[in-house]
């Protein structure tokens, strides 16, 4: 089974940027690689943060933008979305029957939970799993079949980073999150969105995995708390292959531009600049 993760596509109506980036831009172009390169996946999923306002008209620019994807598709909430104009533009989306975008499919591969962290009334951009979906999350951890993975996907890290100004955003409940790990003994792996930066490790048992966005970066900075520090550097796509109960994830600066070069070239072993390795 192999699937491709982008997260915090950050959409904004049409011809707007952002911090003079335009997702639409990027999405194009991650788009055109994973349908050239990756044409045996079993689907794309953007792990939350789809549209930077919330708004109607991004998320019908965003729904524009995502017709040209051959795979099918998985949509997630992150604290920047609205769940009702949402819900218009993508009528087809997952709703569990109590108001939020999660769901449980179960692949040949592997278990796919999705939840829905967003805490659309509350005081911060913080995520939460109230009562409700603390009993999905049960449920599906208890429910999903135990002869094949079950992969945990939402879009706020439950725990520290590390990163003072995200971690003030994290998930407000992660020891209702931990208590039902612990018990249950799954999921087997995590993926999240919301830090827009690349983390790696494990909790409560579960190996998990971060990425950068698709749109807009979060500067590395383990001091500042009150206002969140962005940066320029380049998004990444996953690409996630479960073989048995194995996971493995490649990510790709898909943007990048800059030379490439054999290393076995002497003469690239020899270039005293990257201009010599462009010729
Ligand atoms: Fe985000």
Redesign the pocket.
């Known amino acids: 089974m192999k699937f491709v993760i982008l ?2 596509t ?1 959409f904004l109506e049409r011809g707007r940027t952002n911090y003079a980036i335009d997702p639409a831009a990027r999405l194009e172009a991650a788009i055109k690689t994973i349908n050239r390169e990756h044409a045996d996946i079993d689907f794309v999923i953007i792990t ?2 789809l549209a930077h306002w919330g708004q109607l008209e991004a998320y019908a620019h965003l729904k524009s933008m995502l017709a040209s994807l051959n795979a099918p598709l998985l949509l997630m909430m ?3 979305d609205r769940r009702m104009p949402f819900r218009e533009v993508f009528p087809d989306a997952d709703f569990d029957g109590d108001g939020f975008v999660q769901s449980l499919r179960v692949f040949e591969g592997a278990t796919v939970v999705t939840l829905d962290t967003l805490d659309e009334d509350g005081p911060s951009h913080a995520g939460v799993l109230c009562p409700k979906r603390l009993s999905f999350l049960e449920r599906a951890l208890g429910e999903a079949p135990e002869d094949r993975p079950l992969l945990l996907f939402q879009h706020h890290p439950p725990f520290v980073t590390g990163l003072p100004h995200m971690d003030r955003i994290m998930l407000r409940n992660g020891a209702e999150e931990a208590e039902r790990f612990d018990r249950i003994r799954r999921p087997d792996f995590m993926f999240m ?2 830090v ?1 930066r690349p983390i790696g490790g494990v909790w409560h048992g579960v190996p998990f995995h971060i990425q950068r ?1 698709l ?1 807009h970066q979060v500067a590395f900075d383990l001091h500042t708390k009150e206002t969140i520090p962005g940066s320029h550097e380049l998004p990444d796509y996953a690409l996630v292959t479960v073989t048995g109960r194995d996971v493995v994830i490649l990510t790709r600066s898909f943007l990048y531009n800059g030379p490439e070069f054999w290393l076995s070239d002497p003469a690239a072993q020899a270039a005293a600049s990257i201009d010599d390795l462009r010729s």
């Open positions: 997260t915090d950050h939350g943060d992150g604290n920047h969105g919301h827009h966005a749109a």
